[in-house]
């Protein structure tokens, strides 16, 4: 479950993610401020947070989502697609092909995880029958006009980041704050996040994205739509917003398919041009037979 031409900021990364909870311990909203403080320190922020990109990110699976955004006057447009991810090894891929509508169906974008330095996006163009590698700046630009932009779409990980609690045990109801920058060395779109993470499921409530000081981002999650999903919980509605945009784009999943195996040569450039959404779902029910 970023935004405009910025550029890429040097310094300490929507996930996927992946980035992106399931750990076992509840505090009650009937419990006294100072309980809650002592709860939420008991485990680290990063303990927490890895558990909440975790439950997103940790599982190979093929998920349908559709994308609405609104703008400022009110005009809507709507885009559908397919993630298939594999991430239950390091590094982690994905693969993103547009489903709907029809004008850029087939685009199709592949996601290479590494060790060491920035993630690899590969967007392929079906229009223009070109696939080209997206530069740090450009993963900063508008993911196919909606209020996300590319970095939003990788998978996160935890140690990527340095993390502290904000006020732990400080929030809105049953979420905790934290405060997530990019580790030195590595390069991400914010400058600083800022998690609400609800206590007794490690979901994330809402994010904010900051950049030059100010929200440029924020991600709103339903907590009635959080769906178990094998070991994992998934939230099916969320809403990334852009304040000075003054638009949203509701991300809704409509299918989550968990599978054990899916096929190494899928991720490749080659299958990124002559690859289809529904092949690639053939390959993987047939690893999974």
Request: with cysteine; glycine share 8%; hydrophobic share 35%.
């Amino acid at each position: 479950m970023g935004p405009f031409a910025e550029r890429k900021l040097t310094h300490t990364g929507l996930g996927s993610a992946s980035a992106l909870l399931a750990i076992a311990v509840h505090v009650f909203l009937g419990a006294s401020d100072a309980r809650s403080v002592e709860d939420a320190a008991s485990r680290s922020a990063a303990f927490v947070l890895d558990a909440t990109f975790s439950n997103l990110y940790a599982d190979d699976y093929i998920q349908t989502l559709t994308l609405t955004t609104i703008g400022r006057s009110g005009d809507s447009m709507q885009r559908k697609l397919q993630i298939t991810r594999r991430q239950s090894e390091r590094p982690g891929k994905a693969l993103v092909r547009f489903l709907e509508p029809y004008a850029i169906r087939r685009t199709s974008i592949l996601i290479l995880e590494k060790e060491e330095g920035p993630d690899e996006l590969f967007v392929y163009l079906p229009a223009a029958r070109m696939t080209r590698r997206l530069s740090m700046a450009q993963k900063a630009d508008l993911f196919f006009g909606t209020d996300l932009c590319f970095e939003d779409i990788e998978p996160k990980r935890a140690s990527d980041y340095d993390v502290h609690w904000i006020e732990a045990g400080q929030g809105d109801g049953d979420c905790d704050r934290m405060a997530a920058t990019v580790r030195e060395g590595l390069e991400s779109v914010y400058e600083r996040m800022v998690y609400c993470i609800e206590r007794d499921r490690d979901v994330i409530r809402w994010a904010e994205f900051e950049r030059g000081g100010s929200v440029v981002r924020r991600l709103d999650v339903d907590p009635e739509s959080v769906q178990k999903v094998g070991d994992r919980l998934i939230p099916f509605e969320m809403k990334m917003s852009m304040p000075g945009r003054g638009s949203s784009t509701r991300i809704s999943t409509g299918t989550y398919d968990i599978r054990p195996t899916i096929p190494e040569a899928l991720f490749s450039t080659w299958n990124l041009e002559v690859g289809t959404a529904n092949r690639d779902r053939r390959e993987v029910g047939k690893s999974s037979d």
